[in-house]
């Protein structure tokens, strides 16, 4: 299926969202990832911000010029779930 039949088919049938991240990806503005990416584990180093890189993160690591080594050794992948009771 190819994305613009994916695109209207979301559009159609529930919602979708594009992302700075994947505008810029769309548009080839390998830069704007890589000032994106750093700026996102510098300051909001969060399990909650994974959910921009669910649709993208394949396309990302094709790309050249973006290291992902901060992002994935951040905390952004990474969930500390802290439970007493578990042993």
């Not at 990302?60 to 802290?82: C, H, N, P, T, Y």
Request: one cysteine or more.
């Amino acid at each position: 299926m190819p994305f613009d039949e994916i695109e209207s088919y979301h559009i159609s049938n529930k919602y979708f969202y594009r992302s700075a991240i994947d505008n810029a990806l769309r548009n080839g503005q390998v830069r704007a990832v890589v000032l994106m990416i750093d700026y996102i584990v510098k300051y909001q180093n969060n399990y909650s911000s994974s959910f921009l890189f669910e649709k993208n993160l394949p396309v990302i690591f094709a790309l050249d010029g973006i290291q992902v080594g901060k992002l994935l050794s951040s905390r952004v992948f990474k969930m500390e779930i802290k439970c007493d009771e578990w042993p």
